[in-house]
């Protein structure tokens, strides 16, 4: 068949050839190491069937039957989570917000364990993005703060940063790191930050490119001729990105840290042109975020309770819930809380009936009292994601799904009709 | 199923048809309006009561990226409104910027039920035609923003109007869009620079054109294409303080360019209010010598024909600045730090748009001076036909504001009372205070769907409510015959927030100021057909050259499939065979 | 015995290696390999007096687990690394400091050598976890 798009990461690659023989792809072109996994393997380690926990045993059911024991989960929840969603198409989603919205439960994706600091920044203080053709097309100084691409966007840099620039000559990749990342190994530049001090470093940089003197040697592991240097590097590009990892997100200040790199680029904004970028990783995060936003209002952590959204990360943000010993049944969808969650979260997860649905056997497969299996987005099944810069793009389908294996927003779809059901709603 | 009303006893201002206040019945038939109705059949007797055909509204921000940008930007907007769940309709947030679903229930409970998305880069519809099966109770259509995009500057550099023709029928096929917007012509090319422009007749990095150039050949374009939509306009200059010149040189360069069928208009100039700022005699561009430019541009608008024009009207509160002109934006926020978002898209806006939260203040002269503009100028122009109600929504204020501002149109008593309210030297900078004229329900009729109907190039199925046009009907509580509306403002904006029916496509979806029913809506798109010869050139072009040259994404990937638009787009033909390869 | 353990600051991130393994198949054994360690520096591992490869155990005020213990380039001395997963997630914290993100980065551990102990698979971990919260 045709170019396909890779729904692993939030780069969306939508050069990759597939080839498919007798209903299975037999090779992958293009893609990265990851992209070949998602891919090849796609069929590998499935969950085949669906499973109800019965006296400590998964138990093969039907399709309905699993859906039945679902729907009685959600229903006689008194303060249901679901979540997940950032690995499944836009119209899975949509079905997650309704099911909700029904039972007054709570849905949160997986932003709020990623970017979620980034947007509480964004609340504060608005950000100027970057669209990554255009990067490709003008940047002339790319700076990954906190971000190893290497690793977990594996085709960014080749794609968006060493490639040819319509209306750019010369470009300088850096990298700010507490580490030497992978990443920083092939920049023309690793700057070294002291870990858990990013902040007073895009804050110290943000004195210098406005014009004040800061009587220190150094701040966070940096020596103020360093620092000088690279506030100067940044004033002279014509156009300049950051593109920002979790080494922000997820260090101490979190959105603070955030905050700081925007407002230093809304600064840098007068001396030239500067944006900065999220790197998302799930491959529909950033569709999660749109979708969730122009259906509830909020971009995570939201609440029916009221019967109206309502939002506030660390309350109805999934690790809060679950830590909070706040929810009593959890539907996840295309994630895997039990091996991505902290240890208090993940206790809770053991306490309370979970309803899984995903294409794979994962951890939280291990924990969960009824497993329905799913049709890989963007391999068995078609619908939109959106790639980290906000560009939404058509997912293919590539192969059929096993037998009575439906995708995501099928069975939350069953799911719902059955729970309107039982409420008679 | 054939599915059939009556809607008895309508006291009826259908303006299309010449219908000022007589009482008449409507009857429908499977989503149409039809001569009569025989046999069996809902009969509603509305009583009496003001009918209007479904209001159409055609500047308004309810879809796509940038939205849904400002809307995760803001949730101390999002918490201001909220509506629970229902039955049959979804739960609401927003007031500035509502969510998809409160969207469409508070536009059919004006007893609106066609909005135009006036600011999508092609690139991205996808997302607006995902979006759109969240916004109940409307149609729509989506306009492109083209006049900054790659592609254009190389075929306006090229001289080549047939090529930019092609590429703008290839962008409303391919994206499923129904015309094309300009927005700060060059100006957001320009940012990409960090830079601006600031004339007509400035350069624009990159390339050898001006704007004036890239206006002139897209207003050619759209031309020869015989678009139902005429040249969408954000001009240069928009927000500053003496703009209303650059916006009369900018029409006037649009003057004579031949438009085959639309009654000579060449374009259409969106959100007045912004670009019709004048300065106090002898006063230069800050911010404190602004004065309304309202009476002089009416008076243009007066003497020349060749274009139309929706208000912006501004409004006091929150608000929420969100355009497709991105510089514009960073300077307000220089001047306002509040929050400032920028958001570049591929090649198509390549310095990007904006947002800007921002409040209106009846403290503020300029506020004031902005606030009155409008007013001055809707309420001195010959033909309110050329002329369409809008705030810019969520510019000039959210949408939910249309019955204050029609009770500013209609009251010169509402007038007289807030031109109290506002800052005090407000007066001498405009001259609304010495105003009398007031708008009809008969001139509410045609700048609220009417007129916009007609501009949008679809009055044969809108805006009125004769034979053959969709059965969107808005029934008003308010006997006309029994009150001066123009001495009782307060029930104008009583009688117009909350309809007393509104029927979209034959079914009630909105009954005594409440959403009953989430009905699915159509957009409106425009398929044009070209020489197979330059369809042919300008496919490989975009296919071959200009999509892997300046995008980073696959060709193939561009066009919004079939899957999203079976059984809700709703193409308008179009034949431009004689544009030469 | 009485084991030297090293101070150190713990990070958390992806890896190649772990996102692959996790697409294929997180209950596979390379899945395991891939995320069931703790990344070092040259002189920590000879002050920890552990091969490379051998097992040592990770200690924080939210918990502690038993991985392998590998040297990396590109890892300072004072940092421990984690490839984010389960065995990561058995010694970080749920606050999130009303913000939703728990912390994954910056966390103070002791990495202390754990001669003869096994690394538990990721389901032993789990049901470990499950247990603690019974």
Redesign the interface.
Known sequence: MGRVICSFCGCLCDDIEVGVQDGRIVSVRNACALGRVRFLEWDRDRLRHPTVLRGGEYVQVPLSEAIDRAAEIVSSARRLLVYGLSSTENDAHREAYRLAELVGGVVDNTSSVCHGPSILAVQQSGIPVVSLAEVRNRADLVIYWGANPVAAHPRHIQRFVRAEGAFVRDRELWVVDVRRSETARVADRFVRVQPGSDLEVLSALRAIVNGHTLDVSSVGGLAMSELSELAERMQSAQYGVIFFGLGLTQTGGRHHNVDAAIRLVQDLNSHARWGLLPMRGHYNVTGANDTSTWQTGYPFAVDFARGYPRYQPGEYSAVDMLVNRECDAVVNVAADPAAHFPREAVRHLGRIPVVNIDPKKNMTSLVASVNIPAAVAGVECDGIAVRMDGLPLYLKKAVDPPPDVLPDREVLAEIYVKVAEELGR | MTRSMVLKDCCLYDPVNGVAGEHVDICIRDGRVVEREAGQTEVIDVGGRLVMPGGVDIHSHIMGSKLVHARAMCPEDQRLHTQAMTGTTRSGTGHTLPNSFAIGYRYSVMGYTTVVEPAVPPVRALGCWDEFRDVPNIDSALLAMLSNSTITMHYVEQGDISGLAGYIAWTLRVAGTFGVKVVNPGGVYAWAHGENVTRLDSPVPDWDVTPREILRSMCMAVGELNLPHPLHVHPINLGRVGNVETTIATLDALKGISTRTRGGSAAHLAHMSFECLSSVEGGGTEWRDIASGGTVFARYMNRNRHFTVDLGQVTFGPVTTLTGDGPFEAELFRTVHTKWSNLPVDSELPGGGGVVPLRFSPKSLTHSVQWATPLEFALSIDDIWRCVLTTDSPNGGPFTKYPLVISWLMSRRQREAWLDAVHEKTSRRTALASIDREWSLYDVAVATRAAPAKILGVSKWKGHLGPGADADVAVYDLRPEEVDLAHNPTLVLRALSRTYLTIKGGEVVAREGRAIKSVGGRLWTCHVELDSELAGRVESEMEEEFIPRWYAHAPENYAVPDRYRTGIERAVHREAMDIRP | MTSVGVRL?L??????RQ??A???????QEYMDSVAVCEVDRTTLRVLGVTDGGPVRVETI??SVVVRCRVR????PG?A?MP???YA??????????????????IDAVVLPAPGEGVPT??EL?RA??????
């Open positions: 600051l990070v958390t991130g992806r890896t190649v996102g692959r996790l697409e294929s198949g997180k209950l596979q939210h918990g380039e590109g890892v300072d940092i690394f984010c997963g389960p997630n058995a010694v970080t914290g749920g606050h999130t400091a009303t913000t939703g993100m728990p912390e994954f980065k910056g990721p389901e789990l976890q499950l247990e603690e919260g019974a």
